[in-house]
């Protein structure tokens, strides 16, 4: 029933930005905690950043300062905001909520 719709992936110059998106239908979104995960070449999928219903946050440190998570409880949408964006932030992004992953949108920096 839960169904998960990224965007916002691209290819972005190190030190620009992108915001992706996911909107999320067939639950009740307010009440849940929604996060970002990523997975580079090679590596294991990590924990970007999560919000809860309340709006608490967490980031992993790699991305503290440069990277903003928020939601829209109408919309039933998170958004990541990735500014001074590096190289090694190249990766697929992962949009999850409730257990349910997205399929993931691809962001390639290059340095």
């Known amino acids: 029933q839960v169904q998960l719709v990224e965007s916002g992936g691209g290819l972005v110059q190190a030190g620009g930005s992108l915001r992706l998106s996911c909107t999320v239908s067939g639950s009740v979104f307010s009440i849940n905690t929604v996060g970002w995960y990523r997975q580079a070449p090679g590596k294991q999928r990590e924990l970007v950043a999560h919000?809860?219903?309340?709006?608490?946050?967490v980031y992993a440190d790699s991305v503290k300062g440069r990277f903003t998570i928020s939601r829209d409880n109408v919309k039933k949408t998170v958004y990541l905001q990735m500014n001074s964006l590096k190289a090694e932030d190249t990766a697929v992004y992962y949009c999850?909520?409730?257990?349910?992953w997205g399929k993931g949108t691809l962001v390639t920096v290059s340095s």
């Open positions: 919000i809860t219903s309340y709006g608490s946050t």
């Open positions: 999850w909520f409730a257990s349910v």
